[in-house]
């Protein structure tokens, strides 16, 4: 609960007072690399690894790269 209170405080400031919506960097970047680091900081505090909530080294890449291809198919789409 905490994790995601903090990443909303930093969704409002990404919204309301940086407007990152109006760059070239987009909206919803800013506060889903400050989560990404808080959950890397929370795996190390607890002592679990990426494996232990699901994420894979095998496939890594090409799991990014469907990712990346399902965003641009979607944000062509809109």
Same mark, same amino acid.
């Given at each position: ?7 909303? +405080?930093? $969704?409002? &400031? #990404? ?11 987009? #909206? ?13 900081? &929370?795996?190390? @505090? ?10 894979? @080294? ?7 790269? @469907?990712?990346?291809?399902?965003? +641009?198919?979607? $944000? +062509? &789409? +809109?």
């Amino acid at each position: 609960m905490i994790i995601f209170m903090l990443c909303l +405080s930093i $969704r409002f &400031v #990404e919204y309301f007072l940086i407007e990152t919506d109006k760059t070239a960097i987009g #909206e919803n970047v800013l506060h889903k690399v400050v989560g990404i680091i808080l959950l890397a900081l &929370v795996l190390k @505090k607890i002592n679990f690894t990426w494996g232990d909530i699901g994420f894979q @080294k095998n496939g890594f890449v090409r799991g990014i790269l @469907k990712g990346l291809l399902l965003g +641009s198919v979607c $944000r +062509s &789409v +809109s």
